[in-house]
C-alpha cells in the first residue's frame, strides 16, 4: 500500500487544498505504480501546531496573512 505522510503548519491549507494535494500525491502513486494501486493508495496530512516545528533553533508561527481562508 503506498503510503504518503505531508506535514504543514496548522491551518496553512484549505480544506479544498488538501482535497487537491491527496488527489495530486494520489496520481503520483498510480503514475509510478500502475492504476492497481489507487484503492490501496493512503495520503495523509498532518496539521503541526504553532510553536511545534522549528530551524536553525527558530520556533516557527505561520504569519496570519499565509492562513488558509475558508
Sequence with gaps: MP????????AALSK?????????????FVDYLSEAARPHTMVLIEEVPDGGYGRADEIFVIPEPYRAKE
Design 16 to 28: 479544498a487544498q488538501k482535497e487537491e494535494i491527496v488527489h495530486r500525491v494520489t496520481n503520483m
Design 3 to 10: 503510503f504518503a505522510n505531508i506535514k504543514v503548519p496548522q
